[in-house]
């Protein structure tokens, strides 16, 4: 089943040839886009949706996400924002309840974040594990997020658990844990960071994970300035997120490698970090993503429109810098040609705004503006 949706008032594409199309229509035929341009040149289709001028644009790519948990931290939250600082060792609270938690309640909570994600235009998301930290519960967490999400990251190295033994732990998530979880990801990844793993132990992790064939992601330089983004770039990680606390020379390290820099702003606003320097990475040539980090502790919001109205009004980006950023540069994060982009044989990701154009994403923060969501070629009305 095809359907053309026409009368667009203005269409983002990120397409190099393509670009922002005024006066647009988009053919979206199964899970694929046939056919984008002109709305007066559009060919036929099964069904034809009126979009009233409104703007569209990819569905966001949401390239970093934490959602299978359970629990709340809603005191930790209250906490910081009385004075007290965010520190690695409030993940253990979420670990606990995770364990205790059947598959079902995990189910639920993963649906519903996942859902939530999808009404306010997320189109692609990518989820980790990490609130396991036994073999078993990092495999369950890994079948687990396989079942809702369209990527997804091992992250059994995201705190040393108490009572663990630092290397004891290293060498397991490096090794049996691995071994176990390796088939249900494609992706690893280090929390590297003082209070979760040091530069050796991160390094151990993610040398073991490529060995296996997984592509890497690092945590970095969130809480301070550190060895994450020089190690990620070193190793060929695809991304290393947050990016918080950056040194000129990381900036240059960068600069100068296909690793995107994924910035987390609404993690570091619920932390009281400062907010990453996106004007300074993409002068220098860096490429930048922006995704929520929604997760119970440090971020606890799935809205990429948020995530974007901040980039515009507190980062210095451009409204179509910070779109491209959570479109094309997520995709981009997660090494995919097929998402973040409306051009024939892409996915068929479509987001529509009750807005004539993408500007209102940061002229009115706040505003729920989606309008209709196609994922995958399935509607997803908001
Ligand atoms: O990306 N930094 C490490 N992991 C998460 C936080 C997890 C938590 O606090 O539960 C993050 O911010």
Redesign the pocket.
């Given at each position: 089943m095809s359907v053309l949706v026409t009368n667009l008032g203005e269409l983002t594409t990120n397409d190099p040839e393509l670009g922002v199309v005024s006066d647009a229509a988009v053919v979206l035929d199964g899970d694929r886009v046939a056919w984008v341009g002109k709305a007066k040149g559009a060919p036929e289709a099964d069904s034809r949706v009126d979009a009233e001028g409104r703007a569209g644009l990819p569905g966001w790519v949401d390239s970093?996400t934490?959602l299978v948990?359970a629990g709340d931290?809603t005191a930790e939250f209250g906490a910081r924002m009385a004075g007290e600082p965010?520190t690695?060792g409030?993940?253990a609270?979420?670990v606990a309840a995770t364990r205790a938690a059947g598959d079902d309640q995990l189910r639920a909570g993963l649906r519903k974040h996942v859902a939530e994600a999808v009404a306010q235009g997320t189109t692609c998301i990518e989820t980790k594990t990490?609130?396991g930290l036994t073999v078993a519960d990092e495999v369950r967490s890994a079948r687990l997020a396989a079942e809702f999400a369209d990527e997804v990251t091992y992250?059994g190295a995201?705190?040393v658990p108490p009572g663990a033994d630092p290397d004891e732990y290293t060498d397991l998530a490096a090794g049996e844990m691995l071994d176990a979880v390796a088939p249900h990801v494609r992706w690893a990844d280090v929390?590297c960071?003082t209070g979760?793993f040091d530069e050796a132990q991160s390094r151990r992790v993610l040398k073991a994970a490529a060995a296996r064939g997984l592509g890497l992601r690092v945590?970095g330089n969130?809480?301070g300035p550190g060895p994450g983004v020089r190690l990620a770039v070193e190793l060929g990680a695809a991304s290393v997120?947050?990016c918080t606390h950056l040194t000129e020379s990381d900036v240059d390290a960068l600069a100068g490698s296909d690793t995107v820099a994924t910035l987390?702003p609404a993690?570091d606003l619920s932390?009281r970090q400062p907010l990453p320097d996106a004007r300074r990475l993409l002068d220098a040539g860096a490429t930048i993503a922006l995704a929520s980090?929604c997760?119970?502790?440090?971020?606890y919001t799935s809205s990429m429109a948020f995530c974007v109205a901040t980039a515009v009004l507190q980062m210095r980006l451009s409204v179509p810098e910070a779109i491209r950023a959570a479109t094309l540069g997520g995709a981009q994060a997660l090494r995919r040609t097929d998402v973040g982009i409306l051009r024939p044989g892409a996915r068929a990701d479509l987001h529509l705004l009750d807005a004539p154009s993408a500007t209102h994403l940061a002229y009115r923060p706040g505003i729920p503006l989606t309008w209709a969501v196609w994922r995958s070629g399935s509607p997803a009305r908001p």
């Open positions: 970093h934490h948990f931290r965010y690695a409030g993940i609270v979420t990490g609130y992250l995201h705190l929390f960071e979760a945590h969130q809480l997120d947050h987390l993690c932390t980090n997760n119970p502790g440090s971020s």
